[in-house]
């Protein structure tokens, strides 16, 4: 498939978007922006979350990742799914008798100023980072299937993904967003159903003799059982799986504010609970195509693709797709779920930072109503450029696998929301909340020294994603330092 090709196929599915945010954008407000008006139907909202919600990071670096994890991380996605049934049921109650635009307006409510910033700082932190690993996944396979054949720089290539995004969201945000989700989500399932149907015709396989190889088998271990020293042993990979769940969804407003467009609490939740049942076999069909795409390249001798200089198993599914010869069609499927499932979360991440930094941060509606548009367009613009340089800082620090990086990165900076919205939750104590700040501060440098600790130091222990819930413990110990004693 040639670059042509390729860039001729992502001018004619931008196309697509930005139609349907011409017809989801005439009331240019910051009402339909920021929450829809809540006129969301739950389903469409539960279908399009399956997108956003597994992006170009599972699409890419799952599939990547089974070489060298097997389909371990499928404990963690079965965390997942007990994350989202607490997100549903203790949460969503939470936020919707509230009647919140940003989900860290709730700290405020409950604590106070400071507690509310300080949330709002972390998600701001953890959005960014999450959105540009997404974003930086595309980009490189963008720019090494498409623009270094015209010399085109990584930066430029970066600075384009984000403009067409801020095109198409610039007016209609989250109510444009819920129904190209949609779209894209349905691009996603297609692409990957199709390519494993592609590879599985090619080797000469149906699905159910797939099912049954000996060459799946030696992909396909799920439990490690062993000890509880190794990184990714079942209790700590569940348990970690459904703090991330809880963390990255619940108390994410950019998951939660697709969630607040709903109509009422009871669509919310019918919608979390059946994209959650849905997503998780949608995981398992990408762990398969992993372990599909490593034989297939085993048995043509292909190897994987190599970034600075390094092997990079990320790009083994795109150098399938597009390079070994296996049809226009696979190129043109991967491509379309390539691009739907980067856009889908990369979308809604620039309109929950846009949402956040102005309800938060400038408590826009404190503003003169004449200044109130102007406002937002003008911060839509700058989290564009913090995304863009973001991406661009990756691509010379990151080294490791994508996803597993962004998971190791949540533990750090979604934990003080964890120890936050649990002391709210479950106690019924104030705190000095001038001292919030401190608390979430010192249990991040905590946990990351505990992170870095070599495990021949521990006992052989190696430290996983309980990182998550080890920082919202230490920040609930925290707060509890300074509760009011008057309560």
Known sequence: MSSTSILLLII??????????????KEDSNDVFFKAKRQSPWYVVAFGMIGASLS???????????????FSYFQVVLGYMVGYFVVAFVLMPIYYKSNITSIYEY?????????????AFFFFVSRVLGAAFRLFLVAIVLQQFVFDDWHVP?????????????????????????????????????????????????????????????????????????????RSYFLKSLFGGMFITICMTGLDQDMMQKNLTCK???????????????????????????????????????????????????????????????????GITFMLGLIAAAYSSADSALTSLTTSFCIDFLS?????????????????????????????????ILSRNVIDSLLTVAGYTYGPLLGLFAFGIFTKYQIKD????????????????????PSEYLGGYEVGYELLPL???????????????DT
Request: hydrophobic share 50%; net charge neutral.
């Open 264 to 330: 009422s609490l009871g669509d919310a939740q019918k919608n979390m609970i059946s994209f959650s049942i849905v997503l998780v076999a949608v995981t398992f069909l990408f762990m398969l195509l992993g372990a599909l795409l490593f034989i297939y390249a085993k048995q043509h001798h292909i190897e994987v693709p190599l970034m600075d200089g390094s092997p990079k198993t990320d790009l083994l599914f795109p150098e399938i797709a597009i390079n070994s010869g296996l049809g226009i069609t696979l």
């Open 56 to 70: 170009g990071v599972t699409f890419i670096s799952v599939p990547g990742w089974i070489d060298g994890s097997q």
């Open 434 to 453: 001038k001292y919030v700040w401190m608390v979430t501060l010192i249990a991040v440098i905590v946990t990351s020294i505990l992170g870095s600790i």
């Open 471 to 485: 920082n919202g413990l230490i920040t609930f110990l925290g707060l509890l330092c300074i509760k009011k004693t």
């Open 364 to 396: 826009i509606e404190k503003k003169p109503q004449n200044d109130q548009l102007k406002l937002r367009k003008r911060i839509h613009i700058a989290m564009s450029v913090v995304l863009i340089i973001t991406i661009i800082i990756f691509k010379h």
């Open 154 to 230: 990584f930066e430029i290539t970066v600075i384009i993904s984000i403009l067409l995004i801020w095109i198409y969201t610039n007016k209609g945000g989250i109510k444009t967003i819920v129904w190209t989700d949609t779209l894209q989500t349905l691009f996603m399932i297609l692409a990957v159903i199709l390519s494993i149907y592609f590879i599985n015709k090619n080797i000469g396989w149906s699905f159910s003799e797939f099912l049954a190889s000996d060459e799946l088998k030696a992909y396909s271990d799920i439990w490690v059982t062993d000890s509880i020293l190794e």
């Open 12 to 25: 004619g599915y931008f196309s697509i978007l930005i139609l349907i945010s011409y017809f989801t954008g």
């Open 107 to 119: 700290l405020e409510q409950r604590f106070g100023t400071v507690s509310h910033k300080t949330g």
